[in-house]
């Protein structure tokens, strides 16, 4: 997969590493105190999937507890169990539906779920009980929407919160603090707007298909859209990349059935491990999957799982990684910039069965006893010169549970 998004220089200087690496050892940081710490705050707070930072302003929270009611139907009201007792099914297959969509993991005691959620799992399981779809056909659909919207949001988001930037001349931070007074008066829009293209493009694709059948068409030409010339922005994001090893020699021995189910199994199993870790899948090609994490903890458990998980699977050939901690550039649901491309030339160094990671990322994660930071030999890395790489291994916890 190419990396060569950018040729901006890397914030950190990465062509520096190595004597950064140096000076860390002769000079060890001093641990900060937890509540100074805003990665590890921020760490904390993305372990359950309702907890805000401690140093959220009142204003804000206020703000984006009146703008959740607003997009999810309401209150939370209700416990995992009571939604999937409700809807008739076990929790286990609840689970599959609500990790296809990309829920977070939850505990028994969280209260997380609206009337509009129990409605919508109702839907799905409905329509599996009614013979309309099997339960696979469901997930892959439920799976769908999940990634397609998720990456649908963030690319509007970037494109709102640019617009603020280049137009009123505010900062990154200002901008997306005025998003939450700005997306209450758009939403009705956008949802319309959503509905309606989801229809016109189902219509559109409904014609095709005749198209097809009628005129014993065999391929289709799909338009590609028009790339967008303006500047994107800066974002801190752990970033991760899962690789399989020996992939294209061992393409060419197989059938297409076992390669289609090859891909569609690793597709699934990291979408699945990288939603239950909090992280967000930005894409497959083939063989490598690319996923960010708000913080470098959750990458790093999202990596080790990844590479436990897979190896677990004998369909697949072992597997490599590495997460890198940096700033990048969102642009229409993707990723780019340096921390990106250091995140790939890792995972091309990596050993197959291990996970690396730089120096700056096993700096943050030093004092996290759930991970374990191994040196490895200086390297000489194309376009940022010589780097002090670390094997990430799994410390003490049982990290993801992946069930």
Known sequence: ???????????????????????????????????????????????????????????????????????????????????????????????????AIGFPE????????????KEALGTMVGMVR????????????????????D???????????????????????QARRQLFSLLPEIIPAIEDLLLYSWRRQLNSAVHRMALRVETGVAAYQQDSGESDGGTPLPL???V?????????????????????QLVQRFEAKCAEIISVGGGRLVKTIGDEVLYVAETPQAGAQI???????LAKDELFPQTRGAVVWGRLLSRLGDIYGPTVNMAARLTSLAEPGSVLTD???????????????????????????????????????????ID
Request: hydrophobic letters at 40%.
């Open 236 to 238: 801190a994001r752990a």
């Open 151 to 173: 990456r649908m949001v963030v690319w509007q988001i970037e494109a709102l919160v640019e617009d603020m930037i280049a137009n009123q001349n505010m900062s990154d931070r």
């Open 359 to 401: 120096a700056i990322t096993a700096n943050t994660l030093r004092n996290d006893a759930r991970f374990v930071l191994t040196a490895q030999e200086i390297t000489a890395v194309r376009g940022f010169g010589d780097i002090q790489p670390y094997e990430l291994s799994a410390g003490e916890g049982e990290g993801l549970v």
């Open 106 to 117: 939850l505990s028994d005691d969280e209260v997380f779920f609206t009337q509009a959620d």
């Open 240 to 260: 991760g990349f899962a690789d399989l090893v020996s992939y294209t020699s061992l393409s060419r021995r197989m059938n297409e059935r076992t390669l289609a």
């Open 1 to 99: 997969m190419s990396t060569e998004h950018t040729n901006t220089p890397r914030a950190d200087s990465p062509q520096s590493a190595a004597e950064a690496v140096r000076g860390a050892r002769q000079h060890p940081p001093v641990a900060t105190p937890a509540e100074s710490d805003p990665i590890l705050e921020l760490a904390q707070a993305m372990e359950g999937p309702l907890r805000i930072p401690a140093h959220t302003p009142d204003a804000v929270r206020d703000t984006v507890a009146s703008l959740e009611r607003r997009l999810i139907g309401g209150q939370r009201e209700f416990r995992r169990r009571e939604v999937a007792s409700e809807a008739g099914v076990s929790l286990h297959s609840a689970r599959k539906l609500w990790r």
């Open 303 to 309: 990596a080790l799982s990844l590479s436990r998980e």
């Open 130 to 149: 009614e013979g309309k779809l099997t339960e696979e056909t469901a997930i892959s659909l439920m799976r769908s929407v999940g990634q397609m919207t």
